[in-house]
């Protein structure tokens, strides 16, 4: 799984620079270098825009190449540049200004918001949380009790422990008998033959790529065991400024990215080729599978892609709150909107 939380301090240091300056810039700080896309449109007649990753790319990130190589955001007037996240992180990028959208996570958001930092989601990239606790079979974890004994490969979050707490004890299990040791950023496989034994882990990609390996795991979805954990992760944001600066820019930026998300569900086979020819570090075998597993989850059961529902904020917020790892409880009607996907519902 991603180390999402540690960004969260240089994160929590720019509420310092809102409370005097507000959320600063408008849009994108720098010109796009991007105008693929449908043929006819003049880039000099495009508005630039940046939108930063929370990580390296990933099929997570499908439907925002799609947009861009398919011509979507182009037909929205806009010349996107997807770009990877600074030291900072993206969280930062966005909040600040520097980056008007950028892709993060429920937790990240909920935390930012509770101490003053204005992030908005605009929308689920994903419908159902897709992580949880992965384990090579040979360690023999299959239930969270299992983990009792065992070395974890932790990134330092305390959201960490907590999750595992809440897991085990539906299990009878004791999370103290848990040994935490910290990998950094070592990846999964490197971190199993090294003495840990299991990690969070995002099985669309990682799960996918231990199939190709032909190294099976044991997974336990922590939505599985608490509904207060099937949260939205990834979800794509802005900051309130720009939304209330320029929420047609908004709209339309949103409404370019559904269409490559739809047309990845439509076509994942298509879309792992757009994602392959724009990322091409990337392993396409991986792609592929990774596309193919995830494509029927970005809507799931939804009314349409990126759809969040009020309940699924409050019930992680008040879980959050309830372990200790929020200073105060959420506002969640601030903290999404639904108002500019196509079409949209009420928040």
Known sequence: ????????????????????????????????????????????ALKDVQVVLDWTPNTNHTGLYVAQQMGYYKDAGLNVEIITPGQGGADTMVASGKVPFGISYQESVTQARVQGVPL??????????????????????????????KSYGAWGSPVEEAVMKSIMTTDGGDVSKVKSVNIGDADFFTAVKKGIDFAWIFYGWTGVEAELRGEPLNMMYVKDYSPNLDYYTPVIVTNEKQIQQDPELV?????????????????????????????????????????????????????????????????????????????????????????????????
Not at 10 to 24: D, E, K, Q, R, S
Not at 121 to 149: C, Y
């Open 120 to 149: 908005v989601s605009l929308a689920a990239v994903i419908q159902h949380n897709s992580s949880g606790f992965a384990s090579p079979v040979d360690r023999n974890i299959k239930t969270p009790k299992d983990m009792e004994g």
């Open 1 to 44: 799984m991603n180390r999402h939380w540690n960004k969260l301090l240089p994160l929590l240091a720019v509420c310092l620079l809102l409370i005097t300056a507000g959320c600063g810039g408008k849009g994108s700080s720098s010109p796009a270098n991007n105008s693929q896309g449908a043929e006819g449109a003049s880039s000099s």
């Open 251 to 347: 709209k339309a930026f949103m409404s370019a990215t559904a269409k490559g998300y739809e047309y990845a569900i439509a076509n994942p086979d298509k879309a792992a080729d757009i994602l392959i020819k724009a990322v091409p570090d990337l392993d396409p075998e991986l792609v592929k599978a990774s596309q193919k597993w995830l494509s029927p989850k970005y809507q799931d059961d939804a009314k349409q892609w990126g759809m969040q529902k009020p309940e699924i904020w409050s019930g992680y917020a008040d879980w959050m709150y309830e372990q200790g790892l929020l200073d105060a409880k959420l506002d969640d009607s601030k903290a999404f909107t639904n108002d500019y996907l196509p079409a949209a519902g009420t928040k």
